[in-house]
């Protein structure tokens, strides 16, 4: 399923979701077979335990910083910056400061 109220128009990615206190909230742009685009919104010290998935997934953080960690190693992503979660590989994501991003699975 789309979000068609957003699409073929201009859109604040971040301001599509807001901070809520001690909580994960997302909110599904595209959902189709091929691939997946989902904004999420963390508190701080939110987290998402060591996980894995059988697809490529980029992390594009829109505001705030997380730490994300795949395979055992850790790294600190900033606004405007992007990681990929290689499919398969063991990753984790723990939010420094409130931070919000747009999660894109590629299963195709």
Known sequence: MT???IIARSVNVAGLLAYQEGSIVSRAV????NG??????F?????LSE?????DAIVHVLDGEVEVTISGKPSVVKPGEM???PAN????????TPF???LIMVKA
């Open 3 to 5: 979000d068609e109220s």
């Open 30 to 33: 595209i959902d189709k077979p």
């Open 36 to 41: 997946t685009v989902t904004v999420f919104a």
């Open 43 to 47: 508190d701080k010290g939110q987290a």
């Open 51 to 55: 996980h894995t998935a059988p697809f």
């Open 83 to 85: 990681i990929v979660m």
């Open 89 to 96: 590989d063991p990753h984790a994501l723990k939010a420094l």
């Open 100 to 102: 919000k991003m747009m």
